[in-house]
Structure formats: C-alpha cells, structure tokens
C-alpha cells in the first residue's frame, strides 16, 4: 500500500472516530433532554392529578368505537374504580341512576348530531347523579366534548366530571335558611297585624265615644277640651299604625301620600300631644317658626308629625330638666323644588357621647349599656324617620354631645298651597236612606261605637256577639247590609259570612262588608276575595262608616226595605233585641196566653201570669246586681241559675227570641264578663216583659175563654 493510500486510509479512520464520537454525544445529549423532559411530564401530571383532587373534578374518555371508557386517577377515587382501569359502555352507563338516563341520552344525542353537521366536537352541559362502585351516591357536574362521523355514528366523548354534592347540600341549606327566615319574616306581620288589631279596640271605643260626646250639648270650654281630646286621640291613632312601618319599608309597600296642610296647626299638635308628659316632667315644652315659613305647604303631613313625634318624644325622653324646643326654619331650596324646610327639635338633655354617633340611626340599636336606662326602646324609632325623611326626598342628621343636649333635624321638600277654606266645626253628615243593618261584634264597646254611630246615621241597628248569631239573624230577619266583625268567637267572620251565602234568594246579593284592623294591603285583597264585598278599616270613623253606607244603599233600595223596616219597627216581633219601651215579642206572649186560657180555662191565667211575674221579680236582681252573696255559690253560678229559670220562662210564654238570648248567655263561663252588652239587653227585655204581664193582668178581657158558640162540637 502505497503511502498516500495509507495516510487517507488513516484520516477516514480518524473521521470516523470523530463521527462515532459525535453521534454518542448527541444520543448521551438527547437522553438528558429525554430524562428532563420525562420529569417536567411527570411533574405536570402530578400537578394535574393534585389539581383535580383538590377541585374534585376527574376526567373520563369514552371511545365508542372500541367501546372502551379510561378514567383518571380522580375520577376512580371519586366512584370507587380502580386507577388506571376501564370498562365498557354498558358498565359506564350502569352508574348512572335510572331517573337521570332519559336527560343523558338525549343530551348525548343532540350533542352528535350537532358534531355531525359541523364536523367538529360539540360541547355538552349537564348535572346527574350516578353511584360509584363503593355504593355512595354523588351529585356531578359533567362538561364534555363529543365526537361523530359524517353518518352520525358516535366517535369518542371526552368529558370532565366535577363532584358538586356538597355544594347542592350547602345550597339547600342556604334555601332553607331563607324559607325559615321568610317564614319568620311572614309570622313577624302577621303578628304586629293582630297586635295592631288588639291595640286598635280600644282606640275604637275612644274615637267612637268622642264623637258621640261631640254630639252632645257642650258648653265652649268643654267642646275646645274635646277637641283637643280628639286631636290626641288621632294622632296616637297614628302613632299606633306606626309599629307597622318597619315591616312595610321593609317590604317596599310604604307610600307617601302629599295633602296641603297648615303648618302652625301640624306644630301645635306636635306640641299638644307631648305637653302632658312635658308638664309631668317639669320640662319646658314649645314651638317656634320663623316669619318666612310658609303657611300652608303640600307634603305628607302624617309621616312628617310621625318624624316630629318621634323626635320630641325622644328629647323629652332623655331630658330631666331644662326644655325641648320644636323650631321650623326655612332653606334654600335646591334644583326644582319649591321650597325647603327644617323642622329642629332642640333639647337640654343627657346628649350622645362622640363615639356612638355612628349608631343613632342604626336598626334596634340602644347605643351600649351605659346608655340603657335613658335609651331603653326597639331602637326602630330613629331608622325608621331615617326612611321616611328619604322616601319624602329630604333628610336628616343631628349634632349632640355628652351632657350638652341634643339637636336633631328634618330637611324636607316641599310644595306651596293656598290657603284651604276653614273646616266646619263638624262635617255635615249625608244624607242617608233609612236601612237595616246587622252588625256581628264581639267586642262591647265596638258594640256601643257602631250602634251610636249608626243611629246618627239614621240607621236601624242590630247586633249579635258571634258568626253563630250572625247566620241565624240573617235567617230569621231581612237586612240590607251587613257589617261582620272578621274575627269573632265560635264563628269567625269569613265562615259566618259565607254561611249566609248559602242560604240562597236574596243572601247571595246582601252587602257584607269586613270590619277588620288587619290593614295589609294582600288581607285586604283576601278579604275581597272570599267573598265580602268591601272591607271597613277599624277604629270605625263615622264619615267613613256614612261612605260605606252610601255606596252599597243601592241594594236596599232595590228591595224598598225602607218602608218595611219602619212597619217592622211597628211590629215588635220583628227584631231581634226589641225596642227598649215595648217589650219585642208582646203578640207571642198574649198569643200564648189566650192558647193557655183556652186550653185550660180563665181562672188559671192570673195564677200564671203572677207566677211569671214573681219569677221575673226574683230573678232581675240576680242578674242586675254587680256583687252577689250566695253564701257558698258563686256570683256566676247563682247568675247561671237565674238565666236557666229565665230560658224556662220565656220557653214556656212561646218568647223564643227571649228564650235564645237567654240560653246562649246561661252556656257562656261567665255571661256578665263575656257579653255585658247581650246580659243588658236582656234585662231590658224582662223588664219590657214584666211591665207586659203587669198590664195584662189588669186585662179583665184577657183572661176570658174565646167564644166558641159559633163552633160544632
């Protein structure tokens, strides 16, 4: 081999060294990178497997082709599958509960035919429940891409699956938690609509007994005593329908209601209704207004004396000595308004310490335990006049320091109004058609505020004490209105009234009007619904009570029952209670008598109208006197038995209407406690009856046998 052979023989030996060299170091470079890169692999999936375990979400890949379904490592641990193994179709679909695989399938099925027409994985949404192999049942949430061919024939689904069960639990518990809290929130009105109507009762007997006194002859310094009697009477009405506020702003039902109104007159009656309790004090209660505050303005005058109120109430409260000072002043008004006021209440009281400013206007808030003797309260006061000054379009806010008063105030917009034409010592009543009307009332002196009322009225008045009477009186006698009391014993309104109903003919056209304190805007609309056709707000006004008549008269009219109740008011049998001078069932009494006379002869009519009339003497002190002694029994008891005598009586004279009324007061626990109205009705009625056995015993004709000669035997 010649030399230039052996030296290019040596350099391909040698480059071939060099290239062997450089392809080992490259595979050793390329293992490396694989090495890094199965560990950047490795560390991804345990991120992912770690994300999923902590979101609770797996992934399942279903190829339908192979009809084959893989899972990750989450979803096995999720429903109790082994990691890293799969199964069929059919053993996927097997863990789905049966009332969710109708919802599935379909979604499954609109999924690929939209994959089919688009050519492209199509997305699915969808919540079930399936049981995993360990038996637990799961709530998930599935989100998944499926796949079909141009014919529509499923490919593969890819599909992330998300545990949600325990957020469905903390859903439903949220809900049941606002079920219970609306609930709450239900019985909340509900009960302040039945306190409202206990506390409104007795301001029905005294609004209805001041007007009747204003009927009366009063000298002038009685009628301006009266008048400021009634003025406080209704603005403590009004503070009453206050303790529904807080429910109704709540609900969103809160109305402003704009009237013109003399602003001297709002103020004086601020003043009027809290200088008792000044003078009590010794606290200087009074007002001032400014000469540049108009006289008349137009605002809701009821929520602006409820904010006045409320502050002067709370000065007076909180202050020993010194005065509060109710001062009006006006404002520059701001854009579009025509004027503005502030109405200050300034007061030499105890003052709020800095650190509890921001609270005054808080929700039942008392401002801490050193303030609890002089903030004792709902604390619902101040939010409340808060609301109303917003829903008004004004304000309010206050300056105060601890021992130095007090200051609160009201920015209010309002209107300029002309001066109203002066009110008429009292509104001229209408004038009315003469009609029967039945009144169903539990309660004594709404009994004796609706009979005044009505007879002003120029009504004929019935009453009865429970739903029972109610129906059986519209039964036996023809009214032309009804007023049910919605909540009576025995027999409630609604289901007394319904009764009435369904006795047919002319009951089914009577007006039966609710009388009721339950206010809310949704009793209301039930009461209209039930059947009743038209619904009177308690306390009972008069001009109220006269536009009620006025509107439903039509039906008396109709059936001309004016002349009739004035021949039935001629006619004593044809009332219930009677007229107070003639005793009510004087035809059945002597009817009865003459039956008796006949039957068993004249001479024994005097024994037997002498021995009711010695009964009735007897008896009428028991049940006329208010402190009995009966020895051992009771002043019930003795009265009990009275009454029984008394249903004997009557049953036995044919005066079954006496009769009734006696028997329903003999069943009651205590007739004098219960119904004191209906126990002196029927003293006046024994009274009209012994005056009517006195004159027909002094009746020569009377006890004569009928003659009968005219008659066969």
Request: net charge negative; proline share 4%; hydrophobic share 45%.
């Amino acid at each position: 081999m010649s030399e230039p052979q052996v030296v290019g023989l040596l350099a391909l030996t040698a480059f071939l060294l060099v290239l062997v060299i450089g392809l080992f170091a490259l595979m050793g470079f390329q293992w490396v990178l694989h090495n890094a890169r199965s560990r950047e692999l490795a560390s991804l999936a345990h991120e992912l497997r770690e994300a999923q375990r902590i979101a609770r979400v797996g992934t399942v890949r279903w190829d339908f082709i192979r009809d084959k379904v893989w899972w990750s490592d989450e979803y096995a641990r999720l429903l109790g599958l082994e990691p890293g193994g799969s199964m069929t179709g059919a053993e996927f679909q097997d863990m789905l509960l049966p009332e969710y695989e109708a919802s599935v399938v379909e979604s499954e099925r609109a999924a690929l035919e939209a994959s089919r027409q688009s050519g492209k994985p199509e997305r699915r949404e969808i919540v079930y429940k399936v049981r995993g192999r360990d038996g637990r049942v799961l709530e998930v949430e599935a989100l998944s891409e499926l796949l079909a061919d141009a014919e529509g024939n499923p490919v593969n689904m890819v599909s992330t699956v998300r545990d949600i069960s325990e957020h469905v639990q903390r859903e439903a518990a949220l809900k049941d938690a606002v079920d219970a809290a609306e609930r709450a929130n239900r019985a909340k009105t509900e009960f302040l609509a039945v306190i409202s109507h206990e506390l409104r009762t007795p301001m029905n007997g005294v609004l209805g007994m001041l007007g009747a006194l204003g009927d009366t002859n009063l000298n002038p310094e009685q009628r301006e005593q009266l008048s400021v009697a009634r003025s406080s009477a209704n603005s403590l009405l009004v503070i009453l329908n206050d303790i529904l506020d807080a429910s109704k702003i709540e609900a969103g039902k809160m109305e402003i209601e704009e009237e013109p109104f003399e602003l001297n007159a709002l103020v004086r009656s601020v003043v009027h209704l809290y200088a008792h309790k000044a003078l009590e004090k010794g606290v200087h209660l009074d007002s001032s207004i400014k000469d540049d505050v108009p006289r008349w303005v137009v605002a809701d005058s009821g929520r602006v004396r409820q904010v006045l109120s409320n502050l002067v109430s709370n000065a007076l409260k909180f202050t020993k000595e010194g005065s509060v000072l109710l001062k009006v002043e006006a404002l520059a008004p701001e854009a579009g308004e025509d004027a503005r006021l502030r109405f200050a209440v300034e007061d030499t009281g105890a003052g709020i310490a800095e650190e509890h400013h921001s609270r005054v206007f808080g929700r039942f808030d008392q401002l801490g335990a050193s303030y609890a003797d002089r903030f004792r309260g709902t604390g619902l006061g101040l939010a409340i006049s808060l609301r109303l000054a917003e829903m008004m379009g004004g304000s309010m806010s206050f300056r105060s320091a601890e021992g130095a008063g007090s200051t609160f105030w009201l920015d209010v917009p309002v209107r300029l109004s002309d001066p109203l034409t002066s009110a008429a010592p009292a509104q001229a009543l209408p004038q009315l058609p003469r009609l029967r009307v039945l009144v169903a009332e539990d309660n004594s002196t709404n009994q004796i505020v609706a009979r005044s009322m009505l007879e002003r009225l120029g009504q004929s008045a019935d009453m009865v004490v429970n739903g029972e009477e109610a129906v059986e009186a519209a039964r036996k006698f023809d009214y032309d209105m009804i007023l049910m009391d919605v909540s009576m014993p025995l027999m409630d309104g609604t289901t007394a009234m319904k009764h009435i109903r369904d006795l047919g003919a002319h009951h089914t056209e009577i007006p039966i009007i609710a009388t009721t304190a339950h206010v809310s805007s949704e009793q209301l609309e039930f009461f209209r619904a039930s059947g009743f056709d038209d619904v009177l707000t308690k306390p009972v006004i008069q001009a109220e009570l006269a536009k009620m008549i006025g509107r439903w008269r039509g039906y008396g009219e109709a059936r001309d029952n004016v002349s009739a109740i004035e021949a039935e008011s001629a006619a004593p049998e044809a009332t219930p209670s009677g007229s107070r001078g003639t005793f009510s069932e004087c035809g059945k009494l002597r009817n009865r008598i003459r039956e008796l006379i006949d039957d068993l002869g004249g001479k024994v009519a005097p024994a037997m109208l002498g021995a009711a009339k010695s009964d009735l003497d007897r008896h009428l002190p028991t049940l006329e006197a208010e402190d009995l002694a009966g020895g051992d029994d009771p002043p019930v008891e003795l009265r009990r038995r009275a009454l029984h005598s008394v249903v004997g009586i009557a049953g036995t004279l044919d005066c079954t209407d006496l009769a009734a009324s006696a028997r329903r007061l003999e069943m009651m626990p205590d007739a004098a406690e219960e119904a004191p109205e209906g126990l002196a009705f029927l003293i006046v009625e024994l009274r009209a009856m012994r005056a009517e056995l006195t004159a027909m015993m002094a009746d020569d004709t009377l006890t004569q046998p009928a003659d009968r000669s005219g008659v066969k035997a």
